[in-house]
């Protein structure tokens, strides 16, 4: 990439719409991130090993507040080229020219594409593609929790082997004095990545719909079966890989509840499976969402769910049960507890839809 170049997504993200989903980052961060200088190299600390900051819930540690510890801190990955070469960067730049904003209206947070740059005394730099999120800090005692739920679940799904992008950093831009101050999650972009989102919905008919949500069970297989449970699955934040297969990212709002099935005991175990039954509902919330939205829509006349019952056929035919059959069939360890969560899940979902049917059959009178 030569210096007059413009960064952007591939258009298999972003479309081909000049002005819409590709907006300029705001000049205040703009300002902070281009002029961003360490006047003491040592602020620059390698990420520690942040999966050991877990909790029974995938939370930062309440005794470790490693908000209050962070400032500029990189992946030993990207560290790498000034270690071996004896030397630490200097200076931090991002190139405003090439930040711009990806997301629809509907993201809550957006994701930010850039280059970033460091820079040694001695000269040696190295120029990573990124993406960018940011995060408010709302005082110095707040552990900016969405932001270390990301970098601590990132950092958890890349040791246990799973497909997902790769941490790049994390800066923090001071405690607020008045207004708000920002954290930064930096990952290195993903050559490739769509989200389903971005998928072409028109025009589908029932026949296409297993292929075409292949990708939300082979995300769910990947996360449930390692007890990590989104939060926040819609589609825009299921991941395709070139290869279509699923790339895992957004865990802002995940949970990692390996060590609470560890610590199941007889006298707990109904509080337990209550909350994994919660934590698994959600997650099939996020998903109804998005097939509200992107499918039932674009659905021939005839081959569309009309009522509550149709809608729950079509939800345990084409996701609960392919989901099920998935896990059942599947290595991960955790099979029978998410057996019986999902057995507890499907009957909440079922009554669910059939309390909606009783609604929709005979509706009140005014």
Same mark, same amino acid.
């Given at each position: 990439m030569t !210096?007059?170049?413009?960064?952007?997504?591939? @258009? !298999? #993200? *972003?479309?081909?719409?000049? +002005?819409? &989903?590709? %907006?300029?980052l705001p000049p205040d961060q703009v300002e902070f991130l281009n002029r961003l200088r360490m006047v003491n190299p040592r602020v620059v600390r390698p990420l520690p090993d942040l999966s050991t900051h877990l909790n029974h819930e995938g939370a930062v540690v309440n005794e470790t507040n490693l908000a209050s510890r962070l400032n500029v801190n990189f992946s030993e990955d990207v560290l790498k080229p000034f270690a071996e070469a004896g030397e630490r960067p200097g200076s931090v730049t991002f190139q405003p020219r090439r930040l711009a904003r990806m997301g629809s209206e509907r993201s809550y947070r957006g994701a930010f594409f850039g280059v970033m740059n460091l820079e040694s005394e001695e000269g040696r730099r190295q120029s990573v593609p990124v993406v960018v999120k940011q995060y408010p800090i709302m005082g110095p005692?707040?552990?900016?929790?969405?932001?270390?739920?990301? *970098?601590?679940?990132? =950092?958890?799904?890349?040791?246990?082997g799973l497909p997902t992008v790769d941490l790049v950093g994390v800066i923090r831009n001071g405690y607020p004095q008045s207004g708000e101050a920002l954290m930064y999650v930096i990952t290195r972009h993903y050559p490739g990545l769509e989200s389903m989102d971005e998928l072409p919905w028109r025009n589908l008919t029932a026949a296409?719909?297993?292929?075409r949500?292949?990708?939300?069970? =082979?995300? /769910?297989? +990947? #996360?449930? @079966?390692? %007890?990590?449970? !989104? @939060?926040? %699955?819609?589609f825009k934040n299921i991941g395709l890989g070139e290869d279509g297969g699923p790339v895992i990212y957004d865990l802002e709002h995940a949970t990692s509840a390996r060590d609470l099935v560890g610590h199941m005991t007889p006298e707990n175990e109904d509080e337990v499976l209550e909350r994994l039954t919660t934590l698994m509902g959600r997650d099939f919330d996020s998903i109804a969402i998005s097939v =509200? !939205? &992107?499918?039932?829509?674009? %659905?021939p006349e005839g081959?569309?769910?009309?009522?509550?019952?149709?809608?729950f056929t079509f939800e345990l035919n084409l996701i609960l049960e392919p989901y099920h059959h998935r896990i059942m069939s599947g290595s991960s360890r955790y099979k029978d507890a /998410?057996?019986? *969560?999902? &057995?507890? *899940?499907?009957?909440q979902r079922l009554d669910a839809a059939r309390a909606q049917q009783e609604q929709h059959d005979n509706p009140r009178q005014g």
């Open positions: !210096s007059g170049e413009h960064f952007r997504p591939p @258009g !298999s #993200l *972003v479309g081909e719409t000049p +002005s819409g &989903n590709i %907006l300029p005692k707040d552990a900016t929790h969405n932001a270390m739920q990301e *970098v601590t679940l990132l =950092d958890y799904v890349k040791k246990l296409e719909l297993p292929d949500l292949h990708p939300v069970i =082979d995300t /769910l297989e +990947s #996360l449930h @079966g390692n %007890l990590i449970f !989104s @939060g926040d %699955l819609e =509200d !939205s &992107n499918v039932y829509p674009n %659905l081959e569309r769910p009309e009522t509550p019952m149709e809608r /998410l057996n019986r *969560v999902y &057995n507890r *899940v499907l009957r």
